[in-house]
Nanobody, 114 residues
């Protein structure tokens, strides 16, 4: 079936940066487009962005464009989420998914301190 494992979360200051990783195990990572989602406390999970199989195409939700970027390394089966100029509203749990595979990671917590 496969597995996704997120890492790289933690505590960051306002204006700081974090890079999240999503590592795939047990399935053909380079055959699936991938997505990031996040869920803030007390809110619904929201889509952050998508990257195509090749990595040449990405799409970020409008509110995060210019601060967040997605990339992937198919050779190592890893997807990244680079987050810059963090604000307190970025606090939440970040999840990666291979949507057509139906796999979600367990999430990694990001906390931006005001």
């Amino acid at each position: 079936q496969g597995q996704l494992v997120e890492s790289g979360g933690g505590l960051a200051p306002v204006g700081g940066s974090l890079r999240l990783s999503c590592t795939a195990f047990g399935f053909a990572f380079n055959s699936y487009h991938m997505r990031w989602y996040r869920q803030a406390p007390g809110k619904e999970r929201e889509w952050v962005g998508t990257i195509t199989i090749s990595g040449r195409g990405t799409n970020i939700t409008d509110s995060l464009k210019g601060r967040f970027t997605i990339s992937r390394d198919n050779a190592n089966a890893v997807m990244y989420l680079q987050m810059n100029n963090l604000i307190p509203e970025d606090t939440g749990k970040y999840f990666c998914t291979a949507p057509t595979k139906g796999i979600w990671g367990q999430g990694t917590q990001v906390t931006v301190s005001a």
